[in-house]
């Protein structure tokens, strides 16, 4: 193998490994972080839509649609900037579903909502895909859900003393 061959073919590989470094510590945080900000903030502009539709929060049985939660989650979503397509919200009995296709993967993030010491806790949240959970971990989700209500909640002195999940709806009732 000749010198130019050589440094040749360390010029590409040293290219290669910029490029993957780039995408795993600049791309892959920005992504990340847009997806969560969209699920925090459609969670708390929900919950204030629920909660205050005429401008004053107030103690109280509240109930958050699966339907509306998606209108939300679609407004926040949509754009070039977040690779995310075919967006669901389906809340039932047993859980909340999130599931949305990214390029050619899929992915649904399944978890529980419950009230726990005046806040909502995401409970047993966990993602259908091993390499899709390793690009945004359930934990991410979780977290985003759990700060899109409870800081709203904060913001006007509430608490949630009780959470029921039903067939398309989460009901919360606040003090």
Avoid: W
Wanted: charged letters at 20%; glycine letters at 8%.
């Amino acid at each position: 193998m000749g010198r130019r061959t050589l440094l040749l073919l360390m010029g590409t590989l040293g290219t290669c490994l910029i490029c993957c470094v780039l995408v795993f510590f600049v791309a892959l945080p920005r992504t990340r972080d847009s997806v969560n900000d969209a699920i925090r903030e459609s969670m708390t502009t929900q919950v204030a839509r629920v909660i205050a539709p005429i401008g004053t929060a107030a103690p109280g049985t509240y109930s958050i649609a699966d339907d509306e939660l998606l209108q939300q989650f679609n407004d926040r979503l949509s754009g070039d900037s977040i690779p995310i397509e075919d967006l669901s919200v389906v809340i039932t009995t047993e859980h909340i579903t999130i599931s949305f296709s990214s390029g050619s993967r899929d992915v649904t993030y399944t978890g529980t909502l419950q009230a726990v010491d005046g806040k909502v806790k995401v409970e047993t949240i966990e993602s259908s895909s091993g390499f899709m959970e390793f690009l945004l971990p359930a934990s991410d989700i979780a977290k985003a859900l759990e700060t899109g209500i409870n800081t709203y909640l904060s913001a006007e002195n509430l608490q949630i003393t009780d959470l029921t999940m039903g067939d398309g709806e989460i009901t919360l009732v606040v003090e």
